[in-house]
């Protein structure tokens, strides 16, 4: 009999864990949901495209999320900050400590650095909307696993959709892979516009890279020239 690998079977039971949070956040009780319960979650599945939700109400929803293992790791839930209905849309990969404490993504070193890049195409972070790919901070600074970045992907489509930006921009490889569901690297996708949902998309390099690699900063200014072009239209 062949050995059981222990990490196929973590993702198995967390595939599992994720379904059954999924059913719990649709309503259902109990294992087997039955006709009527399969009935919801068709039902729910299709809203998420469809949603005309606000964020106000996607925020709440989010607030008791336990879709993946984070929401055992989180202390609060960083959902998002700035316009909702901004033209330009930035998403980090997860949350820092400094964006958990204050519940607002981008509050440290990392996030001083992305207010200046911001404000040197002219925006601000009240014009801008600034969120996460994963909304939950792994408290031992792990970087969260694609079930978990695929678990929270509702929540950022439902975003998206609710500020329906003209231009979003991933910063870094992890937010440029989940939004665009490739494995590509960001130094190979960074640079030119993308699509998602026929929206632009410009990924660029995170600021916390750029703080410690500054040579960087001329790409994503280049990046930037771009994305002020499309917006000034
Ligand atoms: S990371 Fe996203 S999916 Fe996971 S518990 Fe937090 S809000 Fe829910």
Request: hydrophobic share 35%; with cysteine.
């Amino acid at each position: 009999m062949g050995t059981v690998n222990p990490g196929f079977c973590a993702q198995i039971l967390d595939e599992v864990r994720q379904y059954l949070c999924f059913l719990n956040d649709i309503g259902c009780t109990g294992i087997g949901p039955g006709p009527t319960g399969r009935q919801i979650a068709e039902q729910w599945e299709g809203r998420g495209a469809r949603t005309s939700g606000g964020l106000e109400e996607i925020k709440e929803g989010i607030g008791a999320c336990r879709r993946c293992r984070l929401a055992d790791e989180r202390r609060v839930v960083v959902f998002g900050h700035g316009n909702p209905r901004a033209r330009l849309m930035f998403i980090g990969p997860f949350p820092e400590a400094e964006d958990e404490q204050a519940g607002i993504p981008y509050s440290g070193e990392a996030g001083a650095l992305l207010t200046r890049i911001i404000e040197a195409i002219g925006q601000s972070r009240e014009s801008v909307y600034i969120s996460h790919a994963v909304k939950c901070r792994p408290q031992s600074d792990r970087v969260p696993d694609k079930f978990e970045a695929r678990a929270c992907r509702k929540h950022l489509e439902l975003q998206i959709h609710a500020v329906s930006p003209e231009v979003i921009c991933p910063l870094g490889g992890f937010a440029a892979q989940a939004l665009l569901r490739t494995e590509s690297p960001i130094s190979r996708i960074r640079g030119e516009f993308r699509e998602y949902q026929g929206i632009c998309v410009m990924p660029t390099h995170e600021p916390a890279y750029l703080l410690v690699n500054p040579e960087a900063k001329r790409a994503v200014w280049e990046d930037m020239k771009k994305v002020m072009a499309r917006i000034s239209h």
